[in-house]
């Protein structure tokens, strides 16, 4: 994802996108726009030093002046990537070995409950429960996604992507 192109085009639409009813807004390209997808956006944007004044300014402000629209998009969002985590986590415990390939790319949705959780704090208690449902599942582990980003996700705040699925052993026949 190309992450300025995302953050531009997401800020040109975001006062319809609060504006609206939908959670996950349908733009030309992949991903949909989400107050996650933007935080996400905007975090590696930050983290790389390219996060511009005016897009920091540009998000701050669409925060400021539509607060309960922000708000109540990012609590509805919240609960969505809640239950899109716990289905991965349900299925990750009944099938380790079918579904621990999964993990580089299912835990994008706990990172984004991570950046979400301050937007939506009435469900950040219910995130803590979870966690406690992964922490058995997992073993400690090289960085989970690519090399280039960890300086953004330090180990103390993002845990959950240094960390992979525990195989079950093999049992003798």
């Not at 380790?96 to 949705?109: D, F, N, S, T």
């Not at 582990?141 to 960390?163: E, I, N, R, T």
């Amino acid at each position: 994802m190309d992450n300025q192109r995302f953050l531009t085009d997401g800020l040109e639409q975001l006062k319809a996108y609060l504006q609206s009813d939908e959670v996950f807004w349908a733009m030309d390209r992949d991903p949909q726009l989400t107050l996650g997808n933007l935080l996400l956006a905007a975090a590696s944007l930050k983290a790389a030093g390219k996060l511009s004044a005016a897009d920091a300014a540009a998000l701050a402000d669409a925060r400021k002046e539509w607060g309960n629209a922000w708000e109540k998009k990012a609590e509805r969002e919240f609960a969505a990537r809640m239950r899109q985590w716990s289905n991965y986590l349900t299925e990750l415990a009944d099938k380790p070995k079918q579904h621990a390939r999964y993990y580089k790319a299912e835990v994008r949705a706990r990172v984004l409950l991570q950046l979400l959780a301050p937007e939506a704090p009435k469900g950040s208690q219910q995130l803590a429960g979870l966690d406690a449902i992964l922490k058995p599942l997992v073993e400690s582990s090289d960085f989970a996604w690519d090399a280039g980003q960890q300086a953004m996700y330090p180990k103390s705040q993002y845990w959950f992507l240094w960390v992979t699925p525990k195989l079950p052993e093999e049992e003798d026949k």
